[in-house]
């Protein structure tokens, strides 16, 4: 069949990796955002204190 067919193992190994790469997506937009909730309090702190040296 010159390439045409694709066997179903072939099928259920690509379900698999796409279910690895929705569950990848998923953990590491959670961590990202854990990430860029420390980065903001961080800065707020910074901000906070160079206002407190104007003060």
Do not use: P
């Amino acid at each position: 069949e010159n390439g045409k067919v694709v066997k179903e193992d072939t099928l259920e190994k690509l379900k698999e990796i796409r279910q690895n790469l929705k569950d990848l997506k998923h953990d590491i937009s959670k961590h990202a955002k854990e990430l860029l909730d420390k980065l903001k309090d961080k800065v707020k702190d910074y901000w906070q204190k160079l206002l407190d040296k104007l003060k």
